[in-house]
Nanobody, 116 residues
Framework: QVQLVESGGGLVQAGGSLTVSCVAS????????MGWFRQTPGKEREFVAF????????YYADSVKGRFTISRDDAKNTVYLQMNSLLPEDTAVYYC?????????WGHGTQVTVSS
C-alpha cells in the first residue's frame, strides 16, 4: 500500500505561481511513476502531468504545457508541481497519483484557487 499526502494548495491571483507537493510512503519511491491530476465540481478528473520513475521524462497536458513543471526528489519521496502563470481555469482540487507494481494509488487532494 502506498499512501500519498498532498500539500501546498491555496489561493493565488491570476498570473501568480504556486507549488504543490506530494509525499509518498514506501521504500520503493524511486520506482513509482508519479502524476498530477485535477478535478473541478461536476467534471471528470483530468490529467495534468506525470514523470517517469527515473525522472528522465515528463509529460504534460496541452493546457498546462509551458506553464507547469513536474519534478521529483527521490531522497525525500516527494513529487512537485510548480505552477506558473496561473489562470482562473486552473482552479481545481489537485490530486497526486502513484503507479507502482501495476497498481494505482491516489492522494486526497489539495485545493488550488486562482482569482481573476
Amino acid at each position: 500500500q502506498v499512501q500519498l499526502v498532498e500539500s501546498g494548495g491555496g489561493l493565488v491571483q491570476a498570473g501568480g505561481s504556486l507549488t504543490v507537493s506530494c509525499v509518498a510512503s514506501g521504500r520503493a519511491f524511486s520506482t513509482y511513476v508519479m502524476g498530477w491530476f485535477r478535478q473541478t465540481p461536476g467534471k471528470e478528473r483530468e490529467f495534468v502531468a506525470f514523470i517517469t520513475w527515473s525522472g528522465g521524462s515528463a509529460y504534460y497536458a496541452d493546457s498546462v504545457k509551458g506553464r507547469f513543471t513536474i519534478s521529483r526528489d527521490d531522497a525525500k519521496n516527494t513529487v512537485y508541481l510548480q505552477m506558473n502563470s496561473l489562470l482562473p481555469e486552473d482552479t481545481a482540487v489537485y490530486y497526486c497519483k502513484a503507479t507502482y507494481s501495476g497498481r494505482l494509488f491516489w492522494g486526497h487532494g489539495t485545493q488550488v484557487t486562482v482569482s481573476s
